[in-house]
C-alpha cells in the first residue's frame, strides 16, 4: 500500500467514527422507564394506590394503576402497566433539563385486552404540553400488539415533570374504572442544538482538509 493510501485510508476511519451524533443525546434522562425496578409483591399484578412510590423514580398518581408482572406480555423487560387500576390513575417522574433544550419522549403502548370501551387512550403532560395517543387495537394477553409513541417538547425549566395518565374508564365513573391503556419503555433524550451540529460539520471540513493537504504531500514524496 502507498504512503498516499494509507493516509488516505487513515483519514477516512477517523471520519466514519467522528460521524455519530454526542452520545449525551442518546441518553436516557428516564430512570427506571421500563418499570422492572421496585417493590413488587405479587406476580400477576400489583394494583398502586395514589402516592405510591413503590415503582422506583415512579410516583403513581389518580386513583390506581396495575403494576402488571407474568399478567400479559410486556413491551420491554419483564413489567409494565395498566393505568388504570381500580380507577383512572397515573405515574409521573421528574428529570434534569436545560432552559429551551428540545428532547424527545419515547414509550410503547397498548391496552387491557379483558374488556372495557375501545379505543383506549392516554395523556401525555410535561411542561404544559398535554398528548394524547391510542394505543394498538386487539391485543391480547400474549401479544399485546404494543405500538411506538413520540413527541417532542422544548424544557421551560430547570426540571420537567413527565406524566403518563389513563383517559378510558370502563364503566364511566372515575372510581369504578379498569381496562385502561397499557405502559412500556419510557425514553427521554436531548435533540443536538443546530449549534452542535454546525461545530460538527465545521470539525468535518477541518478534518477533510487535513486528509486532502496528506494526501496531496504524499503524492509530492512518492514522485520525488
Do not use: H
Not at 409483591?41 to 412510590?53: K, M, V
Not at 407474568?70 to 402497566?81: A, C, H, M, V
Amino acid at each position: 500500500m502507498t504512503m498516499r493510501a494509507r493516509a488516505l485510508g487513515a483519514s477516512l476511519a477517523f471520519l466514519l467514527l467522528a460521524v455519530a451524533p454526542p452520545a449525551k443525546a442518546g441518553v436516557n434522562l428516564i430512570q427506571n422507564g421500563s418499570f422492572e425496578l421496585g417493590t413488587f409483591d405479587s406476580a400477576p399484578f400489583d394494583t398502586l394506590s395514589n402516592g405510591s412510590t413503590a415503582i422506583t423514580a415512579w410516583t403513581v398518581g389518580g386513583n390506581s394503576i396495575d403494576w402488571i408482572g407474568t399478567y400479559w406480555q410486556p413491551g420491554d423487560g419483564s413489567r409494565s402497566l395498566d393505568l388504570s387500576g381500580l380507577g383512572l390513575g397515573s405515574v409521573s417522574q421528574t428529570f434534569k433539563t436545560v432552559v429551551g433544550q428540545t428532547y424527545t419522549v419515547g414509550f410503547v403502548m397498548s391496552g387491557n385486552p379483558d374488556g372495557g370501551p375501545n379505543p383506549k387512550t392516554l395523556d401525555v403532560t410535561v411542561d404544559g404540553f398535554d398528548f394524547t395517543f391510542n394505543p394498538a387495537s386487539g391485543p391480547s394477553r400474549s401479544n399485546m400488539n404494543w405500538t411506538p409513541g413520540s413527541f417532542s417538547f422544548i424544557a421551560n425549566a430547570p426540571s420537567s415533570t413527565l406524566t403518563f395518565a389513563s383517559t378510558t374508564c370502563a364503566t364511566g365513573g372515575d372510581n369504578a374504572c379498569a381496562f385502561g391503556a397499557a405502559l412500556d419503555k419510557v425514553s427521554v433524550s436531548a435533540v443536538p442544538e443546530l449549534s452542535t451540529w454546525v461545530m460538527m460539520l465545521l470539525g468535518f471540513a477541518g478534518i477533510g482538509f487535513v486528509a486532502y493537504r496528506r494526501a496531496q504531500k504524499a503524492a509530492v514524496i512518492e514522485t520525488v
